[in-house]
């Protein structure tokens, strides 16, 4: 296929036209929802409509080769299953987690219910998976390299419509003067697709009667029209029947879907532990399930990328090869090969902990500082980590929008790729690749989570 170079740069484009594009985008994005929560405002969070700003977003979609593209969405599905198939070996979750257990208490604590559910035989035979996968170009090795696999709390399908939505508006409205063509940016209907797939996992459970719950963090800044709960009053409205049936607040769950419940800081006391447990005993779908969230911690994904270890999982050796060809070089840190190169060269590593959420990776001179206090420490701590080789994306000069304010810098991309996966038994229901969010931030800035305030929302089109 022919490809498109779109003929736009943005040194080449004056201050008037630009004030205009981020006009015309900042009017779209407040007539779709294309907004969030202002922290100015007492209200804002907590009385909808009120104290809204536009989300950060990029003013012009990010350039990606069409055929990395491709690549990305025809293995969504393989790591959907990948997942599920993962989730039932609990001997190789236990076994691959057993040192990350002594060194993180909040890994400790996840292996624990899953381990009780072990014991009382408990089976989940409606498994819904929505997942995310991140993948970054680098541009050393000239391969599109996996960052981690999401299984939990997957944020922004909504936005990533929505930026995508905007970006081709732009594009038809400035397309010409900009050399740009709107096709060019991929259709995406990732929000749509999630609430699909949990809608179909609401009809598999077969009760009309029975809700679909969110787990929210305490101070929820996301307005739902649903039924919302953190997991506290999960513990002191919810129960579970005899027959496995959730209860909460007087009504039957049906899907518990989780918002909250990635970061210890969403346990701060044993009564969320409780309700997590609650949870996992009753027969409510849950999204993720415990043996789902285990599956994507960091330690799993570095097991998963050692030689033969796939094949465990996945028999067609074509889709072993595609999953194999995203993996970055991972490591863990009993590997005294690796951790000496690490020390000697840390810009060219990754430290990665047990954690979900923004803000946790370890780069730089840290690396070294933190791999010579953990010899100095001992094996215990070297559990909580794994090294992963850094990856090197190209930087382009962007337009990134805050505040409705422009500002040109040099940026890096992020692709993540939806999936959503619905089995009941041994039937496949669902298995998709599901929209995508593209993250754009500035090249200075080491973590990549736009509601951590590094980063913005973009979308990408294709080259």
């Known amino acids: 296929m022919e490809s498109h170079k779109p003929m736009f740069q943005v040194e080449n484009f004056d201050d008037e036209f630009v004030q205009k594009l981020v006009y015309d985008a900042l009017v779209w994005c407040s007539l779709h929802g294309l907004v969030v929560g202002d922290k100015t405002y007492q209200k804002s969070g907590t009385v909808p409509g009120v104290g809204m700003t536009h989300a950060p977003i990029s003013l012009l979609p990010t350039q990606f080769p069409e055929s990395y593209w491709k690549q990305a969405c025809e293995v969504a599905p393989i790591f959907n299953e990948l997942v599920d198939r993962v989730s039932l070996d609990a001997q190789f979750i236990q076994d691959s987690?057993?040192?990350?257990?002594?060194?993180d208490i909040f890994t400790s604590r996840l292996l624990d219910i899953h381990s009780k559910m072990l014991e009382s035989n408990?089976?989940?035979?409606?498994?819904?998976?929505?997942?995310?996968?991140?993948?970054?170009?680098?541009?050393?090795?000239?391969?599109?390299?996996?960052?981690?696999?999401?299984t939990i709390s997957c944020s922004f399908p909504g936005f990533g419509r929505l930026v995508t939505e905007l970006h081709q508006s732009l594009l038809r409205s400035h397309g010409d003067h900009l050399g740009l063509d709107s096709e060019?940016?991929?259709?995406?209907?990732?929000?749509?697709?999630?609430?699909?797939?949990?809608?179909?996992?609401?009809?598999?459970?077969?009760?009309?009667?029975?809700?679909?719950?969110?787990?929210?963090?305490?101070?929820?800044?996301?307005?739902?029209?649903?039924?919302?709960?953190?997991?506290?009053?999960?513990?002191?409205?919810?129960?579970?029947?005899?027959?496995?049936?959730?209860?909460?607040?007087?009504?039957?769950?049906?899907?518990?879907?989780?918002?909250?419940?990635?970061?210890?800081?969403?346990?701060?006391?044993?009564?969320?532990?409780?309700?997590?447990?609650?949870?996992?005993?009753?027969?409510?779908?849950?999204?993720?399930?415990?043996?789902?969230?285990?599956?994507?911690?960091?330690k799993i994904q570095q097991e998963l990328a050692k030689p033969?270890?796939?094949?465990?999982?996945?028999?067609?050796?074509?889709?072993?090869?595609?999953?194999?060809?995203?993996?970055?070089?991972?490591?863990?840190?009993?590997?005294?090969?690796?951790?000496?190169?690490?020390?000697e060269k840390p810009e060219l590593f990754v430290m990665k902990p047990q954690r979900e959420g923004g803000g946790n990776n370890i780069y730089g001179d840290d690396v070294r500082e933190n791999l010579l206090r953990l010899q100095k420490e001992g094996e215990e701590e070297n559990a909580a980590y794994i090294l992963m080789q850094r990856i090197f994306p190209k930087?382009?000069?962007?337009?990134?929008?805050?505040?409705?304010?422009?500002?040109?810098?040099?940026?890096?991309?992020?692709?993540?790729?939806y999936g959503a996966y619905l089995r009941n038994k041994e039937r496949v229901i669902i298995n998709e690749q599901s929209g995508y969010l593209m993250r754009t931030k500035v090249s200075s800035s080491d973590?990549?989570?736009?509601?951590?305030?590094?980063?913005?929302?973009?979308s990408i089109y294709l080259n």
């Open 97 to 103: 987690l057993s040192r990350t257990k002594k060194a």
């Open 122 to 150: 408990k089976k989940e035979d409606i498994r819904l998976g929505l997942h995310r996968s991140d993948y970054m170009l680098d541009e050393e090795t000239k391969s599109l390299l996996q960052i981690e696999m999401n």
């Open 184 to 298: 060019r940016v991929p259709k995406n209907t990732s929000n749509s697709q999630f609430a699909d797939a949990m809608a179909k996992a609401w009809l598999e459970y077969n009760n009309p009667r029975a809700v679909v719950m969110i787990v929210v963090q305490p101070d929820e800044r996301n307005i739902i029209v649903t039924i919302r709960k953190s997991l506290a009053e999960v513990e002191t409205e919810g129960s579970v029947q005899e027959d496995g049936t959730l209860i909460v607040d007087g009504q039957e769950v049906s899907v518990v879907y989780y918002r909250s419940g990635y970061t210890p800081r969403d346990y701060p006391s044993e009564s969320e532990w409780n309700a997590r447990l609650l949870i996992e005993q009753s027969s409510a779908v849950k999204c993720p399930s415990i043996a789902y969230h285990l599956a994507g911690t960091k």
């Open 308 to 343: 033969g270890v796939l094949e465990r999982f996945m028999d067609n050796k074509d889709d072993v090869a595609k999953l194999r060809k995203c993996f970055a070089g991972l490591w863990s840190l009993d590997d005294p090969e690796i951790i000496k190169k690490a020390i």
């Open 395 to 417: 930087v382009s000069n962007v337009f990134l929008v805050r505040e409705g304010v422009y500002h040109r810098d040099q940026a890096i991309s992020e692709l993540g790729i």
């Open 447 to 458: 973590e990549g989570g736009v509601a951590a305030g590094f980063a913005v929302l973009d």
